[in-house]
């Protein structure tokens, strides 16, 4: 149980006689609560009164986040992935998806498998029951892979699918009877198969998630990033990362410096949204390619100054280094003692 304390000044003095409660936050908790640790007053400046509060706050606390952060994972479970319109270029690339992963059953085939035997091709006046087996293979793919299609899109893309697997059928019908595994020629005026698309909505929330952003998704940083990241998608029609590019980038800087943007906000936050997600997809191996918002220059904002940095004077330093060679306290542990002696020398030399 953590023990009742009083705020104190710089100098060591006590700010008040009121005794707090300073509680260290779980790890497991800090998504939930935003911070590392809280302070509670106690309202007392009695210590044994301030001693059970203390304790029954805590356990409160406790309490609370642990509430919290049910509450919060429970949301998570229902909260059901929204639907959003797919242009014709994605739906194409969704259906070159459908057949490389029907593809991979000729590079790993099941044991005993035999293809080729009853290939069919199916007619244009489908009965009930095709159709019924088709949209459930379709439901099948979207919630395999994780896309999830309004119903305008479902309809649009049910024949594409269709076709995607009669002509994977198709291919490995060649494979069996003719052990001809070259790739198909039936996609080849397709879009770019999405299966290497990264969706930006998507990567930002797991950077939330995993990135230890302050506060998490529902932090202060997220809610102020989460409508740049939604506002740059809008711009450039899209949201895959994959398609995105360093002249987007510029393209955006000078849309909003246009709009009367803050050239600083432009930089400090518009850009700097993007360049943290893409950048922790890179470090977890998720995008391959070049971070398109690095080193994107704002004109007209000063950097950071390093010329002026706040150091000690010839005095302050004389003084730390001479303190340095006093005798130390017996109790002090020798390994206290090697670091106090020695460390204001090295950054001394470094500095």
């Known amino acids: 149980m953590p023990e009742p304390v009083r705020k104190k000044n710089k100098d060591g003095t006590i700010k008040s006689e009121i005794y707090w409660l300073r509680k260290k936050v779980p790890e497991r908790f800090r998504a939930v609560v935003g911070r590392r640790e809280v302070w509670r007053s106690l309202e007392t400046d009695h210590f044994k009164t301030a001693q059970v509060r203390c304790n029954k706050l805590s356990l409160d606390l406790d309490k609370e986040w642990q509430d919290r952060l049910?509450?919060?994972?429970?949301?998570?479970?229902?909260?059901?992935?929204?639907?959003?319109?797919?242009?014709?270029?994605?739906?194409?690339?969704?259906?070159?998806?459908?057949?490389?992963?029907?593809?991979?059953?000729?590079?790993?085939?099941?044991?005993?498998?035999?293809?080729?035997?009853?290939?069919?091709?199916?007619?244009?006046?489908?009965?009930d029951e095709q159709r019924e087996f088709d949209e459930q293979a379709l439901d099948d793919f979207l919630s395999r892979t994780g896309y999830v299609l309004a119903e305008a899109d479902r309809r649009r893309f049910l024949p594409m699918f269709v076709e995607a697997q009669r002509q994977v059928s198709v291919d490995l019908a060649r494979a069996a009877m003719r052990q001809d595994y070259s790739e198909s020629k039936a996609f080849d005026n397709n879009a770019p198969s999405l299966s290497a698309r990264i969706d930006l909505h998507e990567a930002f929330e797991f950077y939330c998630d995993k990135a230890g952003i302050k506060g998490g998704a529902n932090g202060p940083t997220a809610k102020r990033w989460r409508p740049k990241i939604?506002?740059?998608?809008?711009?450039?029609?899209?949201?895959?990362?994959?398609?995105?590019?360093?002249?987007?980038?510029?393209?955006w800087v000078d849309h909003l410096t246009e709009e009367g943007v803050a050239?600083?906000?432009?930089?400090?936050?518009?850009?700097?949204?993007?360049?943290?997600?893409?950048?922790?997809?890179?470090?977890?191996?998720?995008?391959?390619?070049?971070?398109?918002?690095?080193?994107?220059?704002?004109?007209?904002?000063?950097?950071?100054?390093?010329?002026?940095?706040?150091?000690?004077?010839?005095?302050?330093?004389?003084?730390?280094?001479?303190?340095?060679?006093?005798?130390?306290?017996?109790?002090?542990?020798?390994?206290?003692?090697?670091?106090?002696?020695?460390?204001?020398?090295?950054?001394?030399?470094?500095?």
């Not at 739906?91 to 459908?98: A, E, F, K, N, T």
């Not at 977890?284 to 950097?303: D, M, S, Y």
């Open 70 to 127: 049910l509450a919060s994972r429970s949301a998570a479970k229902k909260a059901a992935p929204t639907a959003r319109s797919m242009t014709d270029f994605e739906l194409s690339g969704l259906q070159r998806v459908v057949h490389e992963q029907g593809r991979d059953r000729i590079r790993n085939p099941p044991p005993g498998a035999k293809w080729g035997q009853g290939t069919h091709v199916r007619d244009e006046e489908e009965n």
């Open 230 to 251: 939604a506002a740059f998608c809008v711009f450039v029609g899209h949201s895959d990362l994959c398609r995105m590019t360093r002249d987007d980038a510029y393209r």
């Open 263 to 351: 050239k600083k906000s432009i930089r400090e936050v518009w850009i700097a949204s993007l360049r943290a997600v893409t950048g922790f997809q890179i470090e977890r191996l998720k995008f391959t390619g070049e971070n398109p918002f690095a080193r994107i220059r704002v004109r007209g904002v000063k950097g950071t100054n390093t010329s002026n940095k706040k150091g000690f004077t010839d005095v302050q330093a004389t003084k730390i280094l001479t303190a340095t060679c006093a005798a130390f306290s017996h109790l002090t542990a020798p390994e206290t003692r090697a670091a106090r002696r020695w460390i204001p020398w090295i950054c001394a030399y470094n500095d």
